[in-house]
């Protein structure tokens, strides 16, 4: 992600200079984001989608396929044509000046927590799969987070938006592979599910599918606003908000259909991902964790970025020391909790505040499209087709 200072004012953008290719770019920063720690080590899959059985998968998938397509639109074409001076001026457009700076803090103390997840991830890799102490892989992440965040984000967008995507193929493969491979099968993952101690996002599907949004949404919000503030054209916004939020939707479906597959096996295990690669080899199970730990590197450093620049400007002595403090904090806190209640805790109950955020966004646009479109109709000549 490129990063250029006009004044006090820090613009993101990709160099891609093809529209197809920023289209791609935009969609692969998309889900570079979402990736993270929880999806790459398919802990968060397990607890928002194959928890439920069929209804988590397939229903969880189809509402997650619309509505984060949804918000990915509005994020970046909002960005695109309101170019506001703060990405952080996205919560006031939808929520008003009050409740709107609500949402604003809300989603920086979210955000950090997020990032504490991400070191709590790598913890669990270095644990799960090389037997090393945890501390060992939440303070390695927080070293090169910080560094990278520290000298800034150069082509940093066009850097995981080539990333995200072949995570997600590799992901959506050994989705694939734990389905052909499975001992149990789909159909009897999907009987026993419900007998077995698996940790759930919510009590039920819907709650849990808006959640999941809401959690996501408030990751995005900052991020893709200041990125659509770059793109050249409303068309190219819709387009990448579009791909990405339907390629990730869909890759969450086939991963958990493999997770399902192979429900006895992964029930209880920190990195699920890493028990359907080790049935293809050990040597394979290598490279995922470090794909795994690709992943969460990706998200982690946009979100740490997101909480230091949103006090002080990229690239200010306050801003690098910000960074350092932020990243120190967030190892202390990553490592206290197990992962998979780190990721319980953090995501599901500050998914419920973004699933309202959700609700407001969903009836302002509706407001906004039908207010245009009275203009339109009072400012066209009653003889003329609109």
Not at 41 to 55: D, I, L, N, P, S
Not at 174 to 198: C, F, P, R, S, Y
Request: include cysteine; charged fraction near 10%; proline fraction near 3%.
């Amino acid at each position: 992600m490129n990063t250029i200072t006009r004044g006090k004012k820090t613009h993101l953008f990709s160099t891609e200079r093809s529209s197809a290719l920023r289209v791609m770019t935009y969609a692969g920063a998309i889900m570079a984001f979402l990736i993270g720690s929880g999806f790459a080590t398919g802990q968060e899959v397990m607890q928002y989608f194959a928890a439920y059985g069929f209804w988590g998968v397939f229903g969880t998938g189809l509402l997650v396929l619309a509505l984060i397509s949804f918000v990915s639109i509005q994020f970046l074409t909002v960005g695109q044509r309101e170019q506001f001076s703060k990405p952080s001026q996205i919560f006031e457009y939808y929520a008003g000046k009050y409740i709107g700076k609500f949402f604003d803090y809300f989603s920086i103390l979210f955000v950090f927590l997020s990032f504490t997840v991400m070191v709590a991830g790598a913890g669990a890799v270095f644990d799960e799969h090389y037997n090393l102490p945890t501390w060992i892989g939440g303070f390695g992440l927080t070293v090169l987070v910080a560094l990278t965040v520290w000298f800034g984000l150069n082509s940093l967008v066009d850097v995981i938006g080539k990333i995200g995507p072949l995570i997600v193929l590799i992901a959506i493969g050994l989705g694939i592979v734990g389905i052909i491979n499975a001992e149990t099968g789909i159909l009897a993952g999907n009987d026993l599910v419900a007998d077995l101690a698996i940790q759930q996002a919510s009590n039920h599907w819907i709650t849990a599918a808006l959640s999941y949004v809401g959690f996501c949404m408030l990751w995005l919000a900052a991020f893709l606003t200041a990125l659509g503030k770059t793109v050249p054209t409303q068309r190219e916004a819709r387009a990448g908000g579009l791909t990405g939020g339907v390629v990730f939707a869909l890759s969450c479906i086939i991963v958990g259909l493999g997770l399902l597959a192979n429900i006895e096996r992964v029930a209880g295990m920190q990195i699920p991902m890493l028990v359907l690669a080790s049935d293809i080899a050990p040597l394979v199970a290598s490279l995922i964790s470090l794909m795994i730990l690709a992943g969460i590197y990706t998200t982690a450093i946009p979100l740490l970025w997101t909480v230091s620049s949103r006090f002080f400007p990229d690239g200010t002595k306050k801003y690098k020391y910000l960074t350092i403090f932020l990243a120190l904090l967030g190892t202390v806190i990553g490592l206290w909790l197990p992962f998979d209640e780190m990721v319980n805790i953090v995501y599901v109950l500050n998914g419920y505040v973004g699933a309202v955020l959700l609700a407001i966004m969903v009836v302002v646009t509706i407001w906004k499209w039908a207010a245009r479109r009275r203009t339109i109709a009072h400012e066209t000549p009653a003889d003329l087709p609109l």
